[in-house]
């Protein structure tokens, strides 16, 4: 069993033509539940500088979303913990939508609630560059949590949705944890300490979320795993860092599949040669399950209970 916390599949079919069920790319739905994939975080995402071009393109997305997996009998969309259950016991890959940058809300956080009836139960609320809302880590000058970014979280709250901090600069994730009480995670990012990328989180970074019983989702794009090497021997070096700082127990999986175009797997149907490599380097049958699904479920559940 494999739960993972961060793919960007839905904005890469939206711009081909095929599904989600079946595609080229790093994942779908029959190859991820082959591999023993059973619950996958689905990002919405565009590139697009204009406000209400994103809008529309991340609009499109949640309409094919929710259409081909009315399609599927295979996976369903959950959002909440009894959803969730419904999914693991009926086996079918339980999905769950996620906004990667808040910036198709413009300015406005009070659209927040709309998309929480449209299915979506996460927002990231900066991609790598500012928004109205927070700073992105790979701007030049990351500005500090906003105003309207404080009335985000507060929708979020009321909401009951999952905060996710990958992509946000320093200042905003402190400031966003302090603000925020609902759960919270960072869905793919690595360990600073181990690759010294901006998009990875430095050790305070990492023991900050874990006193909020945020989990943080181990990434496999190469430049975040190490820049001379990168294979997933490092990759389990991040994991390591990590349960080592902080404890396993905060450490899972967010593979940015289809979010590069080469990732450390080739795609989701190679996802135990990670585990095979966990077992290879002393993880006991216990840890092995942390990491790739325990945390994360244990994680979801909480955060999906109303
Ligand atoms: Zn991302």
């Given at each position: 069993m494999i739960i993972d916390l961060?793919?960007?599949?839905?904005?890469?079919?939206?711009?081909?033509?095929?599904?989600?069920?079946?595609?080229?790319?790093?994942?779908?739905i029959a190859r991820a539940r082959a591999?023993?994939?059973?619950?996958?975080?689905?990002?919405?995402?565009?590139?697009?500088?204009?406000?209400?071009?994103v809008l529309r393109a991340i609009l499109r997305q949640i309409a094919a979303y929710h259409v081909q997996l009315q399609a599927a009998a295979a996976a369903r969309s959950v959002e909440t913990a009894?959803?969730?259950?419904?999914?693991?016991?009926?086996?079918q890959l339980a999905c769950?939508?996620?906004?990667?940058?808040?910036?198709?809300?413009?300015?406005?956080?009070a659209l927040w609630p709309l998309f929480h009836r449209l299915g979506v139960r996460s927002l990231g609320l900066t991609w790598n560059y500012n928004n109205a809302f927070a700073g992105g880590v790979l701007d030049t000058e990351p500005t500090a949590l906003s105003p309207v970014g404080r009335r985000l979280l507060l929708e979020?709250?009321?909401?009951?949705?999952?905060?996710?901090?990958?992509?946000v600069a320093e200042k905003s994730y402190y400031q966003a944890l302090e603000r925020f009480?609902?759960?919270?995670?960072?869905?793919h990012a690595n360990a600073y300490a181990v690759c010294r990328h901006?998009?990875?989180?430095?050790?305070?970074?990492?023991?900050?979320?874990?006193?909020?019983?945020?989990i943080v989702g181990i990434n496999l794009v190469?430049?975040?795993?190490?820049?001379?090497?990168?294979?997933?021997?490092?990759?389990?070096?991040?994991?390591?860092?990590?349960a080592s700082l902080a404890g396993i127990r905060y450490v899972a999986l967010g593979s940015d599949f289809d979010g590069a175009d080469t990732l450390l797997l080739g795609g989701v149907e190679d996802y135990r040669e990670l585990e095979i490599c966990l077992k290879t380097r002393g993880f006991s049958a216990q840890e092995c399950a942390a990491v790739m699904h325990d945390n994360a479920l244990a994680f979801l559940t909480r955060a999906l209970s109303a």
């Open positions: 961060h793919c960007d599949t839905l904005s890469r079919v939206a711009e081909s033509s095929f599904g989600l069920a079946q595609n080229p790319f790093h994942f779908d591999a023993g994939i059973k619950a996958q975080l689905f990002a919405l995402f565009s590139h697009n500088q204009d406000n209400n071009m009894d959803d969730l259950a419904a999914a693991l016991s009926q086996d769950i939508l996620h906004l990667e940058g808040a910036d198709a809300l413009g300015k406005d956080a979020l709250e009321r909401s009951r949705s999952i905060l996710d901090l990958a992509h009480s609902g759960p919270v995670m960072v869905s901006p998009r990875n989180l430095n050790d305070r970074q990492i023991l900050a979320l874990a006193e909020r019983e945020g190469p430049d975040f795993v190490c820049a001379t090497q990168p294979d997933l021997d490092r990759v389990v070096d991040h994991i390591d860092h990590i």
